[in-house]
């Protein structure tokens, strides 16, 4: 059996946020999972989440172009418009010469976003990216709050949406679930880079989104960059081995 290195709690104390100021150009996924893998509970995240994994969530955020997440993840956690603060702000204009948080790309097959949702109200326009047939029947009224991106004629096909996001300078990808989005961008091999927030909870049998279309036909191998600990949470980062050819 090889050696192994022991991951301690001591009392050596880091910065977490700088751990994660240089995304990949790609896709970076931040999730969280209880320890029997559960990735929310009662369909929320907040229940497995700590505050820790909040500020890194924002921090995240702070470094992406633009915020992907799946339509039933917004439903589920009200998201509003990406919040920065002062320094997140004055980091991201010196760095990248921008000026304003980075936008919500909200990815929906039905077009099922509540007009109503807190995502509307004010700060960055949103970005739906659905269906043509979607964008036919309801793109006029969804086109009032939000850009409508098609990338896909009745299912929202990932090349496309990528493909889409590129073409608005969105290099840096932060996608935040929830599990179908993130099943997508497996199977079609566009995960860069993985953020796993792991908890210290059990949080027993959960109901799953219906996941249908291609599986992935090997398991994919990413690289540890980094782990970190606090009140028993563990904080992983996951990169690709190789960049992509």
Same mark, same amino acid.
């Given at each position: 059996?090889?050696?192994?290195?022991? @991951?301690?709690?001591?009392?050596?104390?880091?910065?977490?946020?700088?751990?994660?100021?240089?995304?990949?150009?790609?896709?970076?996924?931040?999730?969280?999972?209880s320890l029997d893998g559960a990735a929310a509970f009662g369909g929320r995240v907040?229940?497995?989440?700590d505050p820790v994994d909040h500020q890194l969530l924002r921090a995240m955020r702070a470094y992406a172009d633009v915020v992907l997440v799946g339509a039933g993840t917004v439903r589920a956690e009200t998201y509003g418009p990406v919040q920065l603060t002062e320094e997140q702000a004055r980091y991201r204009l010196e760095r990248w010469g921008l000026d304003t948080p980075p936008p919500i790309a909200v990815v929906t097959r039905t077009?099922?976003?509540?007009?109503?949702?807190? @995502?509307?109200?004010?700060?960055?326009?949103?970005i739906v990216v659905t269906t043509r047939r979607v964008a036919e029947t309801r793109g006029a009224a969804l086109?009032?709050?939000?850009?409508?991106?098609?990338a896909g004629d009745d299912s929202v096909e990932m090349p496309a949406l990528m493909a889409a996001l590129r073409d608005r300078g969105f290099g840096r990808i932060?996608?935040?679930?929830?599990?179908?989005? +993130?099943?997508? @961008?497996?199977?079609?091999?566009?995960?860069?880079?993985?953020? +796993?927030?792991?908890?210290?909870? +059990?949080?027993?049998?959960?109901?799953l989104p219906a996941s249908s279309g291609p599986t992935v036909q090997a398991p994919r191998t990413l690289s540890l960059e980094h782990a970190l600990i606090n009140d028993d949470f563990l904080y992983l980062r996951y990169g690709r081995r190789t960049q992509r050819g």
């Open positions: 059996m090889p050696q192994m290195r022991k @991951l301690s709690s001591g009392a050596d104390e880091v910065s977490a946020e700088e751990f994660y100021r240089d995304p990949p150009d790609g896709v970076r996924v931040n999730m969280v999972a907040r229940p497995l989440s077009g099922n976003v509540p007009p109503g949702s807190p @995502l509307f109200a004010g700060g960055v326009r949103p086109g009032e709050s939000a850009d409508i991106v098609v932060l996608c935040e679930g929830g599990p179908t989005l +993130l099943h997508d @961008l497996v199977t079609h091999d566009l995960v860069d880079e993985m953020c +796993l927030t792991l908890a210290p909870r +059990l949080a027993g049998p959960q109901t």
